[in-house]
């Protein structure tokens, strides 16, 4: 009987989990190693959730996903990349004593990483630790951009507000939205 690639997909943000294509491409590239490697597949679609939380509380997939672990069911992880499971320390040493404790093998579209190989798992211990630092640095930078946006007057970014437009960084009152917006506020101010 074949074994079975258990297949964790999960994007950062709603706007990547509706308008990209990450997602699809991740549970493509496990069910493509999958076959290229003698598996069964299951996929586990997480969707948006953000990875950087000191628990698993909005991880519901990946709490499951663990317990199964645990449990002895689960041999074999693909993730697209180990920073799909977590970029906090906490939660991915955590995790990584998990997969190490059960004798899960985790795979990526580069290899597979054997835990109980020492070097493999120090090896893996610091591409975590570069992963996280990436996205703390990654955090901080869009920090700086928006506070400085803000300095010079211009919009912090993300969509505008309703009736603005974005127009070279700033907010722009929208000419039929402005409209739309004082009927709005007339009729909350008389208890519509």
Sequence with gaps: MKETLHIYTRVSTGVQEEKGTSLGSQKDGG???SKKHGFNHKVWNEGSRSSSNDDLDNRPVLTELIVKIEQGDIKHLYVYNPDRL??????????????????????????????????????????????QYENKVRTERFRVG?????????????????????VEGELIPNKEKVKQVKFIFDSYNKGK
């Design 146 to 166: 928006k506070l400085q946006r803000i300095r010079e007057g211009k919009w912090k970014g993300g969509a505008p507000t309703y009736g603005y437009d974005l």
């Design 31 to 33: 069910i493509s190693y």
């Design 86 to 131: 977590s970029r906090n320390q906490n939660t991915w040493g955590f995790i990584r004593f998990k997969l190490l404790q059960n004798e899960v093998v985790l795979h990526t579209p580069g290899g597979k990483y054997d835990l109980t190989d020492f070097t493999t798992n120090l090896m893996l211990g610091i591409l975590s630790e570069i992963s």
